[in-house]
């Protein structure tokens, strides 16, 4: 073990040290955001150095997956870890980032009449936008019929809502990739902890949910039977 510390020292100070380009480009943050985060790691989240493991690294093997889509095998090579240390820590990272879903998720504020954004001053009172995109993961044998989306990749369809500056407001994940983005919108509307639009303003979630009032309604008339799975993802 002792014989790896000085690549491990050294592959740190190549991510985050060097300059911040190096940053940006592995870890998707400059050096002052990404000591930020280790800071709220610790203080707000209980994340702790451990003895042969510091903050610093076990956050950088959890963007490195994040950013990059690395595979365990890949992080154990680059970092001079074990695959098991390294699947360890990057569940024990992920825990703290979910319990600090309050602290990363923004509540919007509205576009202003005033506005002089020229991206966002045409929709008065809109609070952001959002859009579905497919995460690939791997799911037993038996649910990847349920997973496999019409392009065949074996994903899941997570919604995502942001704010006019592209900080995320709301995430829901869970879905199946074989199920529809207006089934996945209409579910985060109405679900007891859902996405909630604030009377006198407007999103562009209301919007799409006219459209699919509208293709319900359509189906109905035609006597289509659209298909109400069981499965639901969880809060």
């Known amino acids: 073990m002792l014989s790896r510390i000085p690549d491990q020292v050294l592959h740190m100070s190549r ?12 870890l ?8 930020r985060l280790c800071f709220l790691m610790r203080e707000l989240g209980g994340l702790v150095d451990r003895r042969y493991i510091s903050v610093v690294e076990q956050v950088s093997m959890f963007l490195s997956i994040l950013a990059h889509h690395k595979k365990n095998r890949v992080i154990k090579f680059d970092f001079r870890r074990s695959g098991q240390t390294v699947s360890h820590y990057v569940h024990i990272v992920l ?3 979910l319990s600090l879903h309050t602290l990363f ?6 576009v202003t009449d005033d ?3 020229s991206r966002w001053k045409w929709f008065k009172g809109c609070l952001g ?3 579905g995109t497919y995460i690939d993961l791997h799911v037993p044998s038996c649910d990847k019929p349920r997973f496999r989306t019409r392009e065949g990749r074996i994903s899941t369809n997570v919604l995502g809502a942001c704010d006019p500056n592209m900080m995320f407001v709301y995430v829901l994940p869970g879905w199946e990739g074989s199920d529809a983005d207006c089934r996945v919108l209409r579910n985060a509307v109405f679900r007891p902890n859902g996405l909630k639009v604030p ?3 407007t999103s562009w979630v209301t919007m799409a949910m006219q459209i699919v009032r509208a293709f319900l309604s359509r ?6 039977t659209l298909r109400s799975g069981d499965h639901q993802p969880k809060d």
Do not use: Q, W, Y
Not at 105 to 110: A, D, I, N, S
Not at 219 to 224: N, Q, R, S, T, Y
């Open 15 to 26: 991510l985050f040290l060097d300059s911040d380009v190096d940053c940006i480009s592995n």
């Open 95 to 97: 825990r703290v980032v």
């Open 219 to 224: 189906a109905e008339g035609l006597g289509i």
């Open 105 to 110: 998720l923004v509540k919007p504020t509205h």
């Open 199 to 201: 009377k006198g303003t």
């Open 28 to 35: 998707r943050m400059d050096r002052n955001s990404f000591g």
């Open 129 to 131: 936008a959002l859009d």
């Open 115 to 117: 506005s002089t954004d």
